[in-house]
């Protein structure tokens, strides 16, 4: 089980930038297939971006492209969501996950609260 911590959220006026990171203990983090979600009150969870383990791949909700980017350090074990040009839609609590070996996204953090005001 791979244990996942968030941080960085927060509150920002539209337009603005704000970076989530997400910390896994566990070994061999490289090999993890990294995501983030996020759930708005009232609405389902929702996929927003996944960093691929091998080729460095990355995928993004159409809702999130060209806003947010994801990285990761394999040395530090850390995954970042980096998301630009906020707008109030964003507002959600993101989590963090993690998938191994196409089983599906088996581990989750406990969230952290975005909120963007307009």
């Known amino acids: 089980q791979v244990q996942l911590v968030e941080s960085g959220g927060g509150l920002v006026q539209a337009g603005g930038s704000l970076r989530l990171s997400c910390t896994a203990s566990?070994?061999?983090?490289?090999?993890?297939?990294m995501g983030w979600f996020r759930q708005a009150p009232g609405k389902e969870r929702e996929w927003v971006a996944a960093?691929?383990?091998?080729?460095?791949?990355?995928s993004f909700a159409d809702s999130v492209k060209g806003r947010f980017t994801i990285s990761r350090d394999n040395v530090k074990n850390t995954v970042i969501l980096q998301m630009n040009n906020l707008k109030p839609e964003d507002t959600a609590v993101y989590y963090c996950?993690?998938?191994?070996?196409?089983?599906?996204?088996?581990?989750w953090g406990r969230g952290t609260q975005v909120t963007v005001s307009s």
């Open positions: 996950a993690a998938s191994l070996g196409g089983a599906g996204w088996s581990s």
């Open positions: 566990v070994r061999a983090f490289n090999i993890y297939t």
């Open positions: 960093s691929g383990w091998r080729t460095f791949n990355t």
